[in-house]
């Protein structure tokens, strides 16, 4: 994909003026009054205290009649008690009611904390003092910027706070230059960005809802591009989230084990890494979670941070731009990390490698990730209209052939799509266990031995793989046995009994865990299963194995695309049970899933 560049047209300067300004206002976080909690909006900061704390600073402000130098001591004095006794921040229940001396004392103008971005967005909560400077005009809010000033300067004089002074010189500036608090130049910026944004979806992402299946299959970053942001752009527009949200057994799968487990989440920290729109927070915070930490480096995460604070969770849930490689969190430690990083043939986009990132960064001892392991299967199906339709279309085209349109060369290319469960023509194969807690980023690259054994007469047109994955309430049991997963491909080895296992879905109330399937004998999801087309069929008989090896690494040009080769034999059922078969021919396929 060609990506347009915005320099040649003037657009990069007039950008980076935009993003400058933005960059004044935004770079300012506000500490909450007692804890250390920041937020960018003082509206959400107070929505927090209130919660968090106890303690309604817009209703008492209201109810006292508190102006704005009297607003500005109260958070100073606030500010001091918490500086000198670190127990404070402790303290439920404040008030105030008026009679406090503190309200007056004009030693209480003297910011306590140094830029303290707070006093600078009271006026956000319309705290005007005087019905002359109520407006939201320029002039208004220039001349209470002056006169906050002029207090704190005299407040200050006599001491050594020179470098406080200079400061607020360059804050009184940037208001005469920028017109920062100016309600009409946020309005006419907001417009701004989202006609930039608009721009930028229509000729830079070209994401288009209809194709939002295709879209996933090039989510990954293209070899050489800067910075792989086009991976993270992929994930900026609607159409690839409602097709992730509209998948019930992706969607469901993780609200079920959340809400079910609604005590493993009830008061701790978690931490979604790659939140898109911010469900599985949301599920967690609905759940009981003291603080949900959502990451993500898409421009999805400024529609979460709506989402979020649409339903009313923004003083449970926090949402934090960047790489979970680069950034540091607003804590230490988390008690658990969800997050559904799973791509085609699991490993696909390679985010897992991010998830163990985080949680060996972040993780407390003892965490839990959701999912807690994760499985990867190998089948064989027989399925001649998926031939006709899909290999050998270019035989015959209205007529012609275009064999040249057939794929070419010693690698071909997996293919992505739904198979039926009737096609499945043998047992399946565990070629990956993959423990969460303690898989490494080398752990995902891997080599099998497989056996697969036909349970019919059938062609073997290509082998199949898919995965599982599971949700446990310990990590110290991240799974059940792989042989306890599911049911077997068909509840019966006879052709006319091929009923499918049951839906993708699954509990085990015995050991309170949860999972799902993404393979043909479940519901049909957004991953499909992954098919490897042999070049030439096996003519198999039931009883019949094809025995091999497989091999799965990151692919040597684009780490989220996958390098794939297979190597296998056909052996009849009357030699399956003798340890020679070096009379078995074998043949090697290498394939790219990209």
């Known amino acids: 994909m060609s990506v347009v560049s915005y320099s040649e047209s003037g657009w990069d300067t007039q950008e980076d ?42 209703k008492t402000r209201a109810s006292l009649k508190l102006d704005f130098y009297q607003s500005m001591r109260v958070v100073n004095y606030i500010r001091t008690m918490g500086l000198s006794d670190p127990n404070f921040g402790h303290v439920s229940g404040f008030v105030v009611d008026g009679s406090e001396a503190f309200i007056n004392d004009d030693q209480y103008l003297k910011p306590a904390i140094e830029d303290d971005a707070l006093l600078y967005a009271l006026d956000e909560l319309d705290l005007d003092d005087t019905a002359s400077v109520a407006s939201s005009s320029r002039a208004g809010s220039l001349a209470r910027s002056h006169a906050m000033e002029s207090s704190l300067v005299s407040a200050m004089a006599g001491s050594e706070k020179a470098k406080e002074r200079e400061l607020m010189a360059r804050i009184r500036t940037l208001e005469q230059q920028l017109g ?41 970053a293209e070899p050489g591009s800067v910075g792989g942001d086009y991976y993270f752009n992929s994930y900026a527009g609607n159409g690839i989230h409602m097709q992730m949200l509209q998948d019930r057994v992706r969607t469901e799968g993780y609200r079920d084990f959340i809400y079910d487990c609604a005590d493993v989440f009830r008061g701790k920290v978690v931490l979604d890494v790659g939140c898109g ?59 658990i990390i969800v997050s559904e990083w799973m791509g085609y043939f699991l490993l696909f986009e390679a985010m897992l490698d991010s998830v163990l990132v985080a949680r060996d960064r972040f993780l407390a001892p003892g965490g839990l990730l959701a ?23 270019w035989d015959d085209v209205y007529g012609f052939r275009m064999s040249s349109m057939k794929p070419q060369g010693p690698v071909l290319e997996a293919d992505v799509d739904v198979v039926p469960a009737s096609s499945v023509a043998a047992t399946r194969a565990l070629i990956a266990h993959i423990d969460h807690g303690t898989a490494t980023p080398a752990d995902l690259d891997f080599t099998s031995d497989f056996v697969v054994e036909a349970t019919r007469d059938a062609p073997l047109h290509a082998l199949l793989g898919y ?47 949860h999972g799902f399937t993404t393979g043909p004998q479940g519901t049909p999801t957004h991953w499909k299963q992954t098919v490897f087309v042999l070049r030439a069929p096996i003519d198999a008989k039931a009883g019949d194995q094809v025995r091999g090896k497989f091999v799965c690494r990151k692919s040597t040009t684009n780490p989220r695309e996958l390098d794939l080769e297979i190597s296998y034999c056909h052996v009849p059922a009357s030699m399956k049970d003798s340890a020679d078969i070096s009379s078995c021919a074998m043949k090697h396929q290498k394939y790219q899933l990209q």
């Open 467 to 513: 995965f599982d994955v599971a949700f446990s309430r310990s990590q110290s049991e991240p799974s059940p046995d792989a042989s306890q997963l599911g049911a077997p491909v068909y509840a019966s080895d006879s052709v006319a009994d091929t009923k499918p296992s049951p839906q993708s879905l699954w509990t085990r109330p015995e050991s309170s865990m």
């Open 17 to 58: 003026r935009w993003d400058d300004w933005e960059d004044d206002e935004m770079n300012s976080p506000m500490k909450c009054l007692f804890c250390t909690h920041t937020f960018q909006s003082p509206i959400v900061l107070f929505r927090h205290v209130k919660q968090a704390h106890g303690f309604d600073f817009p």
């Open 371 to 393: 999912p807690s392991a994760s499985y990867v299967y190998l089948t064989a199906i027989s399925d001649a209209a998926y031939m006709r339709d899909q290999v050998n279309y």
């Open 277 to 335: 729109t911010g469900i599985l927070s949301m599920f967690a915070a609905k759940a009981g979670a003291a603080r949900v930490i959502a990451v993500d480096n898409s421009d999805i995460i400024d529609k979460a941070r709506a989402n979020v604070i649409e339903n009313g969770l923004d003083g449970v849930i926090t949402l934090v731009r960047g790489k979970i490689e680069e950034l540091e969190l607003p804590v230490p430690q988390v008690d």
């Open 180 to 220: 920062l608090r100016d309600r009409e130049v946020k309005y006419v910026t907001e417009q701004f960005d989202e006609y930039r944004q608009m721009v930028k979806r229509q000729f830079y992402d070209s994401i288009d809802d209809s194709n939002a299946e295709d879209h996933r299959a090039g989510a990954a």
